[in-house]
T-cell receptor
Framework: DARVTQTPRHKVTEMGQEVTMRCQPILGHNTVFWYRQTMMQGLELLAYFRNRAPLDDSGMPKDRFSAEMPDATLATLKIQPSEPRDSAVYFC?????????????FGPGTRLTVT | SQQGEEDPQALSIQEGENATMNCSYKTSINNLQWYRQNSGRGLVHLILIRSNEREKHSGRLRVTLDTSKKSSSLLITASRAADTASYFCATANAGNNRKLIWGLGTSLAVNP
């Protein structure tokens, strides 16, 4: 049963520290999405890759966030330096399609708490 | 920005009853999707309905789409306690920018 995996599942860190979240998309999927979910804002798209190329990161604070896909089996989301307002659940999702609006398969999420 | 708005925000029913959730959106769409999220978990895709379709079924789920009213509904028949979750609609806009735009979800509680 193919699944998107994310590590770590939980992360507690102090303000100013670097945070790295990792995602392994479903083998064969060509799109990867990073989302952030909070009670107030709901689900926000941070970044989107197709065939490992970044296509849209307009939802991401550029000064502290960065997203990469070093290879087809790994996507990373980094926050440096982290701030308390970054506390949220971060989801990775993958899919197969030629445009962004296809069905997406979500990982279990990384719950980030920045103190 | 939010495109889909689910209604109601929260719904509580008894096991065996039907649950209906609605989603309204603002712009022309390519497709509309419904997802379920159990507490503490990732979202799970339920159904995708294209703009030229009016109704779709999957097991106990029935989705309708009315593009003239820019709205969709998700009906869960004969609900079970395991259906307790949040339900989100997401729309893929027509045109070049087809990112999925998400609503804030309907929280469904099915009481045994």
């Amino acid at each position: 049963d193919a699944r998107v995996t994310q590590t770590p599942r939980h992360k507690v860190t102090e303000m100013g520290q670097e945070v790295t979240m990792r995602c392994q998309p479903i083998l064969g999927h060509n799109t990867v999405f990073w989302y952030r979910q909070t009670m107030m804002q709901g689900l926000e798209l941070l970044a989107y890759f197709r065939n490992r190329a970044p296509l849209d990161d307009s939802g991401m604070p550029k000064d502290r966030f960065s997203a990469e896909m070093p290879d087809a089996t790994l996507a990373t989301l980094k926050i440096q330096p982290s701030e308390p307002r970054d506390s949220a659940v971060y989801f990775c999702a993958s899919g197969l399609g030629t445009f962004e609006g296809h069905e997406q398969y979500f990982g279990p999420g990384t719950r980030l708490t920045v103190t | 920005s939010q495109q889909g708005e689910e209604d109601p925000q929260a719904l509580s029913i008894q096991e065996g009853e039907n649950a209906t959730m609605n989603c309204s959106y603002k712009t022309s769409i390519n497709n509309l999707q419904w997802y379920r999220q159990n507490s503490g978990r990732g979202l799970v895709h339920l159904i995708l309905i294209r703009s030229n379709e009016r109704e779709k079924h999957s097991g106990r789920l029935r989705v309708t789409l009315d593009t003239s009213k820019k709205s969709s509904s998700l009906l869960i028949t004969a609900s079970r306690a395991a259906d307790t979750a949040s339900y989100f609609c997401a729309t893929a806009n027509a045109g070049n920018n087809r990112k999925l735009i998400w609503g804030l979800g309907t929280s469904l509680a099915v009481n045994p």
